[in-house]
């Protein structure tokens, strides 16, 4: 059993009790006591506890935020899961990260994981999953008692609302540059034909064949001009 008493300093300490029957011929029966002072076991074990908690709070509020965590080992095994990725994909621990996240039948070619435990550092990279969303995966050394690392805590972030905004967003500015491409060409264009027109009614008008010719030559130089104008459109696209 485990008691809870105060010293003479009014500290609050644990103890632990083993206790046996104990029988011999030439003496009646007894019990044996063993008493252990287990203050710092159990200080220990409330510390990890609140550790426990606060992982477990920090985990909660990621997956209030959609923001999935896992750990998986070298062998590509799932190890771990919050609630937000079991959500997304299943309950998935013990199985093999790229067949279930990414629908493959190999690992990732360009997977951060094992860059993450060689390097000993965070690596980072955007994959489509089996779903067709994207993810920002961010894998990060889950190192071992020991000091050896066999495994990385990732942390998965759903960026496919982004990944469209930004889309949308390059889309908007090629289609303002391209509104804008198009005045600058109409106006140009609309200079073209204004010298045309302008050249072969005054031609028409007057009978002087010189002038006709001039005018004939301004008509050729602005058709020369639609020209330059045609051909850098075609070498822009």
């Keep these: 059993i485990t008691l809870s008493i105060k010293n003479k300093k009014n500290q609050k300490i644990f ?18 006591m063993i008493v252990r002072d287990i203050t710092e076991r159990k200080k220990a074990e409330e510390a990890l506890q609140s550790e426990r908690d606060r992982l477990q709070a920090l985990m909660k509020g990621l997956a209030d935020t959609g923001i999935g965590i896992d750990i998986v080992g070298s062998d590509y095994k799932v190890l771990f899961q919050n609630q937000t990725l079991k959500e997304k994909f299943g309950d998935l621990i013990g199985k093999l990260c790229y067949e279930n996240y990414m629908g493959l039948k190999e690992p990732c070619a360009l997977c951060p994981m094992l860059k993450a435990i060689k390097n000993n550092r965070v690596e980072s990279i955007e994959l489509k999953a089996a779903d067709e969303r994207i993810f920002e995966l961010s894998s990060a050394p889950f190192g071992n008692p020991d000091g050896t690392v066999d495994k990385v805590v990732e942390v998965v972030i759903d960026i496919t609302e982004k990944k469209k905004m930004e889309a949308q967003l390059i889309q908007a500015e090629r289609l303002t540059a391209v509104g804008t491409l198009a005045f600058g060409i109409a106006h140009e264009f609309n200079n073209v034909l204004a010298g045309i027109l302008g050249n072969a009614e005054f031609g028409m008008k007057n009978g002087d064949p010189e002038e006709v010719k001039e005018c ?10 639609a020209k330059s104008i045609t051909n850098s459109l075609l070498a822009l696209s």
């Design 15 to 32: 103890l632990e009790c083993l206790t046996s029957l104990t029988k011999t011929e030439d003496k009646p029966p007894g019990i044996l």
């Design 216 to 225: 004939f030559r301004v008509i050729i130089e602005s058709c020369d001009k």
